[in-house]
């Protein structure tokens, strides 16, 4: 059994909250006490269908204000995977919550209301997901019910959508028709749409391949915190703790430190204590090097077969995530993995119109949500790998360091 | 599946390692709250991984109600000397005589929401810059959105509107003074994914957790331990039964389930088949009001 992690993207109207709530009741993860609790909210028990939607329902600070706080997780399995929802509320602060829900998916189910069709909403999602490289998407044409299980309909969205995912180079699109209100094709195959032949949602979810998401080719492990006991009976032991986030590592590999540039070999490779031959994205270990050599924290050991990027000086794509708008010139920390560094941004090149993927002249300040193309000086190296080539060493966030609030996402180029 | 694949209990373990070396790494003083339960011994155990064989690196801190069962204080003490860790137990009695708080009163009147004043203290006593606990978002509406590293203001208050965005694997454990950071390893586990992975760690558990004949008292369905620290009225129907608990907190405040799982193996069974929540069955003082655990989070609370 393994582990799928998923954003659902869709406007208020879209069902998005109804669909996640289906999967969840389908799946028989929502039980007795909390469907009680649903059942007494629910206003319209006319028809004596539980509301859904209010499964995902919020706090009360989020009732009382009317505002959407922005990412919340929900769990479920079957007997064949373990999934996690990254539930992003689709109006306020779009980006900003739609890039903390999305870094961590693998799929993105982009819902497309089938009265409305491809709308500008779906557009920006779709933007959204290609600049973080999701790498499998799934239209949900939900709604279906109100147009008659069309198949006219079903194919029209198809078409237009296809045209959508070629210009953003998007390659793992599936379509399936639904009605997440009535469950058609959530769980089983519907009735109403003999015409798709497709899976229901809920099996594509479960048989999706997954294996080509971690890359095994590139090793990129970076020091997390320095293990060295001191104690009499392991007295020079030394291991660097980290994670990781790609590739093979064997006991033996030649690697090298970077940024200091030093070549040594792995000696030893540890998880949780026990020593093993090789170990590989994205297990937690501890290696240990042949030679004595000074690594700290934020310190990347690599394989010298495949080394990434070196550079204080870097291409990057920024989305902005705080309320006091960017400034150019100033002093900001940026996070990479476990690497801290100072970093100016500098030589905003342009900003990109996250609906219609055009760049604009940047006016004044970069603000709340607007992506931006720039250039970014670090007081120390940054190792890295283009984030479209290697998404697990290419992204990097960016802290004020006078409120240490986390202010921008940066995708390295 | 590929030979270089995880499992899905080895991918949440291998975030888990990863969150606790972030965690040693970039806070001075962080500390690991520590009841007895099975979420905080799975905490315990991920800990010992992130870390072998070097120390365990963080101290055990327990705030006690007073209320518990002895079978998790038993355990708590096995437990830090096992693991070598120190352990720092402050009570919410001496909190409620030094700070000369009310006692809440009832007939299952709980400790539970006081372990905040005991808890802020003892933060500021050992000026602990972290906390970690372990607080799942499957449990309850509130922790669904909580950050995996959630900074808490010098009152130790959560705001569900300032958190920060929380991108990648990259956490930002950057505070001001006075502040510090809760931080929730296993926010991605659910309670079935704690059971399964203390089975197949073969951790061991306090006995509670297994079938035990106990005397109960029988409360609006829900079976309540009997002790000194609830009311017991004349009209009360106590029984004896075979129980067992799903979670372990107060005695005032943790209901038990009836069971006759001895092993692992039964348990895991019966949670899968299970119809009803965790907190739903188990803890009387969520039912409060329906918001109870935001309440709490924003005031301090775990």
């Given at each position: 059994?393994?582990?799928?992690?998923?954003?659902?993207?869709?406007?208020?109207?879209?069902?998005?909250?109804?669909?996640?709530?289906?999967?969840?009741?389908?799946?028989?993860?929502?039980?007795?006490?909390?469907?009680?609790?649903?059942?007494?909210?629910?206003?319209?028990?006319?028809?004596?269908?539980?509301?859904?939607?209010?499964?995902?329902?919020?706090?009360?600070?989020?009732?009382?204000?009317?505002?959407?706080?922005?990412?919340?997780?929900?769990?479920?399995?079957?007997?064949?995977?373990?999934?996690?929802?990254?539930?992003?509320?689709?109006?306020?602060?779009?980006?900003?919550?739609?890039?903390?829900?999305?870094?961590?998916?693998?799929l993105?189910?982009?819902?497309?209301?089938?009265?409305?069709?491809?709308?500008?909403?779906?557009?920006?999602?779709?933007?959204?997901?290609?600049?973080?490289?999701i790498p499998h998407v799934v239209?949900?044409?939900?709604?279906?019910?109100?147009?008659?299980?069309?198949?006219?309909?079903?194919?029209?969205?198809?078409?237009?959508?296809?045209?959508?995912a070629?210009?953003?180079?998007l390659t793992d699109v599936t379509?399936?028709?639904?009605?997440?209100?009535?469950?058609?094709?959530?769980?089983?195959?519907?009735?109403?749409?003999?015409?798709?032949?497709?899976?229901?949602?809920?099996?594509?979810?479960?048989?999706i391949e997954?294996?080509q998401d971690?890359?095994?080719?590139?090793?990129?492990?970076?020091?997390?915190?320095?293990?060295?006991?001191?104690?009499?009976?392991?007295?020079?032991?030394?291991?660097?703790?980290?994670?990781?986030?790609?590739?093979?590592?064997?006991?033996?590999?030649?690697?090298?430190?970077?940024?200091?540039?030093?070549?040594?070999?792995?000696?030893?490779?540890?998880?949780?204590?026990?020593?093993?031959?090789?170990?590989?994205?994205?297990?937690?270990?501890?290696?240990?090097?042949?030679?004595?050599?000074?690594?700290?924290?934020?310190?990347?050991?690599?394989?010298?077969?495949?080394?990434?990027?070196?550079?204080?000086?870097?291409?990057?794509?920024?989305?902005?995530?705080?309320?006091?708008?960017?400034?150019?010139?100033?002093?900001?920390?940026?996070?990479?993995?476990?690497?801290?560094?100072?970093?100016?941004?500098?030589?905003?090149?342009?900003?990109?119109?996250?609906?219609?993927?055009?760049?604009?002249?940047?006016?004044?300040?970069?603000?709340?949500?607007?992506?931006?193309?720039?250039?970014?000086?670090?007081?120390?190296?940054?190792?890295?790998?283009?984030?479209?080539?290697?998404?697990?060493?290419?992204?990097?966030?960016?802290?004020?360091?006078?409120?240490?609030?986390?202010?921008?996402?940066?995708?390295?180029? | 599946?590929?030979?270089?694949?995880?499992?899905?209990?080895?991918?949440?373990?291998?975030?888990?390692?990863?969150?606790?070396?972030?965690?040693?790494?970039?806070?001075?003083?962080?500390?690991?709250?520590?009841?007895?339960?099975?979420?905080?011994?799975?905490?315990?155990?991920?800990?010992?991984?992130?870390?072998?064989?070097?120390?365990?690196?963080?101290?055990?801190?327990?705030?006690?109600?007073?209320?518990?069962?002895?079978?998790?204080?038993?355990?708590?003490?096995?437990?830090?000397?096992?693991?070598?860790?120190?352990?720092?137990?402050?009570?919410?009695?001496?909190?409620?005589?030094?700070?000369?708080?009310?006692?809440?009163?009832?007939?299952?009147?709980?400790?539970?929401?006081?372990?905040?004043?005991?808890?802020?203290?003892?933060?500021?006593?050992?000026?602990?810059?972290?906390?970690?606990?372990?607080?799942?978002?499957?449990?309850?509406?509130?922790?669904?959105?909580?950050?995996?590293?959630?900074?808490?203001?010098?009152?130790?208050?959560?705001?569900?509107?300032?958190?920060?965005?929380?991108?990648?694997?990259?956490?930002?454990?950057?505070?001001?003074?006075?502040?510090?950071?809760?931080?929730?390893?296993?926010?991605?586990?659910?309670?079935?994914?704690?059971?399964?992975?203390?089975?197949?760690?073969?951790?061991?558990?306090?006995?509670?957790?297994?079938?035990?004949?106990?005397?109960?008292?029988?409360?609006?369905?829900?079976?309540?331990?009997?002790?000194?620290?609830?009311?017991?009225?004349?009209?009360?129907?106590?029984?004896?039964?075979?129980?067992?608990?799903?979670?372990?907190?107060?005695?005032?405040?943790?209901?038990?389930?009836?069971?006759?799982?001895?092993?692992?193996?039964?348990?895991?069974?019966?949670?899968?088949?299970?119809?009803?929540?965790?907190?739903?069955?188990?803890?009387?003082?969520?039912?409060?009001?329906?918001?109870?655990?935001?309440?709490?989070?924003?005031?301090?609370?775990?």
């Amino acid at each position: 059994m393994d582990l799928l992690r998923f954003i659902t993207a869709g406007s208020v109207d879209d069902g998005k909250s109804t669909l996640i709530g289906r999967l969840l009741y389908d799946s028989k993860s929502i039980l007795a006490d909390q469907l009680e609790a649903i059942e007494r909210s629910t206003k319209n028990k006319a028809n004596g269908e539980i509301d859904l939607a209010l499964l995902t329902d919020g706090l009360r600070a989020e009732r009382e204000q009317g505002i959407t706080i922005d990412v919340a997780y929900r769990y479920f399995s079957t007997p064949k995977r373990k999934f996690i929802i990254a539930d992003a509320p689709g109006h306020v602060q779009y980006t900003r919550n739609m890039i903390t829900g999305a870094s961590n998916a693998s799929l993105i189910i982009v819902l497309i209301d089938a009265r409305q069709g491809v709308v500008e909403q779906t557009r920006r999602h779709s933007i959204i997901a290609s600049l973080l490289k999701i790498p499998h998407v799934v239209v949900a044409i939900n709604k279906m019910d109100l147009v008659d299980f069309s198949q006219d309909v079903y194919n029209k969205i198809v078409t237009d959508y296809t045209s959508v995912a070629q210009q953003l180079g998007l390659t793992d699109v599936t379509y399936i028709p639904m009605s997440a209100l009535q469950g058609d094709n959530i769980v089983d195959s519907s009735s109403n749409t003999p015409w798709y032949t497709g899976k229901p949602l809920l099996q594509f979810l479960e048989e999706i391949e997954l294996d080509q998401d971690i890359n095994l080719t590139d090793a990129r492990f970076q020091v997390q915190f320095v293990i060295r006991p001191q104690t009499e009976e392991l007295h020079d032991y030394r291991g660097y703790a980290g994670k990781i986030a790609s590739g093979i590592y064997r006991k033996g590999d030649a690697v090298t430190v970077l940024p200091q540039q030093l070549e040594t070999t792995i000696s030893k490779i540890e998880v949780a204590g026990v020593e093993v031959e090789e170990a590989f994205a994205p297990q937690g270990v501890v290696l240990h090097l042949a030679d004595d050599i000074d690594i700290s924290r934020g310190d990347a050991i690599v394989k010298t077969a495949q080394l990434p990027k070196t550079s204080n000086e870097l291409e990057i794509l920024l989305c902005w995530l705080d309320d006091k708008p960017l400034q150019t010139g100033n002093k900001y920390l940026l996070q990479h993995n476990s690497r801290l560094v100072r970093a100016v941004v500098r030589n905003i090149e342009y900003k990109l119109d996250v609906n219609t993927l055009q760049q604009q002249p940047v006016e004044g300040s970069v603000k709340l949500n607007e992506v931006v193309k720039a250039t970014i000086k670090t007081a120390a190296p940054l190792v890295y790998d283009s984030f479209d080539q290697l998404h697990t060493n290419g992204s990097a966030i960016l802290v004020d360091e006078t409120s240490n609030s986390t202010v921008a996402a940066v995708l390295l180029k | 599946m590929s030979q270089y694949r995880l499992n899905y209990l080895e991918q949440l373990e291998a975030e888990s390692i990863h969150i606790f070396r972030e965690v040693a790494a970039q806070f001075e003083r962080p500390a690991l709250l520590f009841s007895g339960g099975k979420d905080s011994i799975t905490l315990v155990q991920l800990a010992k991984k992130a870390f072998a064989p070097g120390k365990f690196p963080f101290p055990l801190v327990h705030i006690d109600t007073g209320h518990n069962f002895p079978e998790a204080l038993a355990y708590r003490d096995w437990m830090a000397k096992e693991v070598g860790a120190e352990l720092i137990v402050r009570k919410v009695e001496d909190t409620i005589k030094a700070k000369n708080l009310t006692e809440p009163k009832g007939k299952f009147a709980s400790r539970n929401w006081l372990q905040t004043y005991t808890l802020l203290d003892t933060i500021e006593e050992f000026k602990f810059d972290a906390c970690i606990g372990g607080a799942r978002r499957d449990e309850e509406k509130a922790r669904a959105k909580e950050r995996i590293f959630s900074v808490r203001n010098d009152f130790g208050e959560w705001d569900p509107k300032l958190q920060r965005p929380e991108l990648w694997n990259i956490y930002n454990g950057r505070i001001h003074k006075g502040e510090n950071v809760r931080v929730f390893p296993i926010s991605n586990w659910t309670e079935l994914d704690v059971w399964n992975y203390i089975k197949t760690e073969e951790i061991p558990l306090p006995s509670i957790y297994f079938s035990h004949e106990r005397e109960v008292l029988i409360h609006e369905g829900q079976l309540i331990a009997v002790s000194p620290f609830i009311t017991i009225d004349e009209t009360d129907v106590i029984e004896t039964k075979k129980v067992r608990y799903r979670t372990v907190g107060d005695m005032t405040c943790t209901a038990a389930v009836e069971s006759l799982a001895n092993t692992l193996d039964e348990v895991v069974d019966e949670i899968k088949a299970t119809r009803i929540s965790e907190r739903g069955e188990t803890r009387i003082d969520d039912k409060v009001t329906e918001a109870a655990m935001e309440d709490r989070k924003k005031g301090g609370y775990f």
